[in-house]
């Protein structure tokens, strides 16, 4: 059984560049969320897809957008690309509307902006 | 504003001891609070769930409790192993009406297990 897996796993891109991070969920799974994680800190809410709709959004400007594709899979979206993107960035998949049962989360991509 | 407080930031034990991590929160309307291990360069792990009515929950050697009067829980690791190094999150969800919970992290507590 595949958990969540996230590709690549690593990246560097140049400030204002555009990049497309993507995320398969747990098999089961119809939920993606997507978290950004600066070192040293807990990860922070980008937004949250169901059903191929944005169902949530964290404090995150429009330079971040996403699309669910329907085999739920999803990708993260990041344009015009700051130094300050650098980070951590987690997928995680759950099974809505169970609101008790846990994120599974992948591995990341760790972004680089230079 | 909805808000989620670890501490200590970081500790060292030894390999064997014990140690409790602390979690404080202020998130409104609680729905449950959950503790993650995550492994440096890994994603978040689930150790424990516990909703309102839950005040203490196992996993191994892991034990969480939760008191949702003082909106405050905490994280027990009992005769810690070197695997125990990790990062441990506090998250607390919130029950949104329309779209489900909306979940918090806190900032971690950085576990060190030294032998």
């Known amino acids: 059984d595949a958990g969540v897996t996230q590709s690549p796993t690593h990246l560097i891109k140049t400030r204002g560049q555009q990049v497309t991070l993507r995320c398969s969920p747990k098999s089961g799974h119809d939920t993606v969320s997507w978290y950004q994680q600066a070192l040293g800190q807990g990860p922070q809410f980008i937004f949250q897809?169901?059903?191929?709709?944005?169902?949530q959004r964290g404090n995150f400007p429009d330079r971040f957008s996403g699309h669910q594709f329907p085999n739920y899979s999803s990708e993260l979206n990041v344009n015009a690309l700051l130094l300050g993107d650098s980070a951590l960035y987690l997928c995680?998949?759950?099974?809505?509307?169970?609101?008790?049962?846990?994120?599974?989360f992948g591995n990341g991509t760790r972004l680089t902006v230079t | 504003k909805n808000q989620v407080e670890q501490s200590p930031q970081s500790l060292i034990i030894l390999e064997g001891k014990n140690c409790t991590l602390q979690?404080?929160?202020?998130?409104?309307?609680?729905?449950?609070l959950r503790w993650y291990k995550q492994d440096t360069g890994r994603g978040p792990v689930s150790l424990t769930i516990m909703t309102f009515s839950e005040n203490t929950k196992s996993n191994g050697r892991y034990t969480a409790t939760l008191d949702a009067d003082t909106k405050q829980s905490s994280l027990h690791i009992t005769a810690s192993q070197l695997s125990d190094s990790a990062s441990y999150i506090c998250?607390?969800?919130?029950?949104?009406?329309?779209?489900?919970?909306?979940?918090?992290f806190g900032g971690g507590t950085r576990v060190l297990v030294k032998p």
């Open positions: 995680a998949s759950s099974l809505v509307p169970a609101e008790n049962s846990p994120l599974h």
């Open positions: 979690c404080n929160y202020t998130v409104s309307p609680f729905s449950n």
């Open positions: 998250v607390v969800s919130a029950r949104i009406k329309a779209a489900g919970n909306k979940l918090t």
């Open positions: 897809y169901y059903e191929e709709e944005e169902r």
